[in-house]
T-cell receptor, first 113, second 112 residues
């Protein structure tokens, strides 16, 4: 069964460092998303990406964040200068069509120290 | 603004008992509604969804949910809980845009 794959599963980084979280969406999907879940809180939308551009982003997704689809298979989230409050589980998701269910990856737990 | 409210952050039931997890939404347009489940240390898995048509939706693992427009609700039920149902359950709404808006989640515990 096709699935969304995220790497690494856990990343520890020092405050101020850049991190790149990687995702391989389901191969024939066209819509890509990043969500995050701070420990004990709800899952929050960060950004959606379609046709090689951002289609929507939340207030959380400020200038420190960027997304890229560098090739036909990967979808990345970059945080330029991490803060302690960026510590969270980051989920990548993809869907085949707009307004249909999104398939989520297992998540990357980011810990900023 | 759209929102999702899940009543009860923790629900405990005995094995074999009815499971009822509550979800209410606020929306200015007809929503698409979803329930996702998150098992420990895993990602989010879709249980079921409502888009249009029949208001009673059946999902995986014996779960179902009913869209009630008059009550702005989409409660999740299962007639008989199993130990393996212990997980965190998230209700989510999509309002004709790509993004999902999640509720705060309900942790289901099942006791033998």
């Amino acid at each position: 069964e096709p699935e969304v794959t995220q790497t690494p599963s856990h990343q520890v980084t020092q405050m101020g460092q850049e991190v790149i979280l990687r995702c391989v969406p389901i191969s024939n999907h066209l819509y890509f998303y990043w969500y995050r879940q701070i420990l004990g809180q709800k899952v929050e939308f960060l950004v959606s990406f379609y046709n090689n551009e951002i289609s929507e982003k939340s207030e959380i997704f400020d200038d420190q964040f960027s997304v890229e689809r560098p090739d036909g298979s990967n979808f990345t989230l970059k945080i330029r200068s991490t803060k302690l409050e960026d510590s969270a589980m980051y989920f990548c998701a993809s869907s085949g069509r707009a307004n249909t269910e999104a398939f989520f990856g297992q998540g990357t737990r980011l810990t900023v120290v | 603004a759209q929102s999702v409210t899940q009543l009860g952050s923790h629900v405990s039931v005995s094995e074999g008992a009815l499971v009822l997890l509550r979800c209410n939404y606020s929306s200015s347009v007809p929503p698409y509604l979803f329930w996702y489940v998150q098992y420990p240390n895993q990602g989010l898995q879709l249980l079921l969804k409502y888009t249009t048509g029949a208001t009673l939706v059946k999902g995986i693992n014996g779960f179902e949910a009913e869209f009630k427009k008059s009550e702005t609700s989409f409660h999740l039920t299962k007639p008989s809980a199993h130990m393996s149902d212990a997980a965190e359950y998230f209700c989510a709404v999509s309002l004709r845009t790509d993004k999902l808006i999640f509720g705060t989640g309900t942790r289901l515990q099942v006791f033998p």
